[in-house]
Nanobody, 124 residues
Framework: QGQLVESGGGLVQAGGSLRLSCTVSVGATSGYATGWFRQAPGKERDFVAG????????YYEESVKGRFTISKDNAKKTVYLQMNSLNSEDTAVYYCATRLTSGALSNIANYDYWGQGTQVTVSS
């Protein structure tokens, strides 16, 4: 049974920064990849960024490119999402998730384990 725990959310002013953390526990390995998703009120859960555990390949949703950076610490089994230049459209609950098998990082349907989510609120 896998377990993911997010932290680092909070309230920040527009233009500010936050760093989210996700500690991954899915057995002997951390799976194929870990991704960050977000869900704003009344909207679907959308892909934000993903990273593979074996070779650090990354992929970003278009609106966060150049502002968000995903990274990981293998020893700590932790994935980070550094978010800069935040704006009100970034307000959402942010979830991390891990998939065990290879495939498109942005495909939400293929993720096997999810965290509980952390709220990010950007005030204008």
């Amino acid at each position: 049974q896998g377990q993911l725990v997010e932290s680092g959310g909070g309230l920040v002013q527009a233009g500010g920064s936050l760093r989210l953390s996700c500690t991954v526990s899915v057995g002997a390995t951390s799976g194929y990849a870990t991704g960050w998703f977000r869900q704003a009120p009344g909207k679907e859960r959308d892909f934000v960024a993903g990273i593979t555990w074996s070779d650090d390949s990354t992929y970003y949703e278009e609106s966060v490119k150049g502002r968000f950076t995903i990274s990981k610490d293998n020893a700590k089994k932790t994935v980070y999402l550094q978010m800069n230049s935040l704006n009100s459209e970034d307000t959402a609950v942010y979830y991390c998730a891990t998939r065990l098998t290879s495939g498109a990082l942005s495909n939400i349907a293929n993720y096997d384990y999810w965290g509980q989510g952390t709220q990010v609120t950007v005030s204008s």
